[in-house]
């Protein structure tokens, strides 16, 4: 066991499994709700200077209804 109280410089040789360390982030609601808000925060920023949020699609309209009624 290490002396904590020691002055000598020690190595410490930690290994951290992403793996299980993103299983348990993607678990936790208040995580998810944070990177979701800064996505949409950097989306918005980005919206500033390119015109639109979605290329494209962002600013096309909704295609039209039907004008013909089918009986049912």
Do not use: C, H, Y
Not at 30 to 51: C, H, L, P, Y
């Amino acid at each position: 066991m290490a002396d904590f109280n020691s002055t000598e410089n020690q190595d410490w040789n930690i290994t951290l499994d992403l793996g299980i360390i993103a299983e348990d982030l993607a678990k936790d609601p208040a995580f998810i709700a944070a990177i979701s808000k800064e996505v949409r925060n950097q989306m918005t920023k980005d919206v500033r200077w390119m015109g639109n949020l979605f290329a494209k699609w962002a600013s096309t309209n909704p295609p039209a209804k039907p004008t013909r009624n089918r009986s049912q």
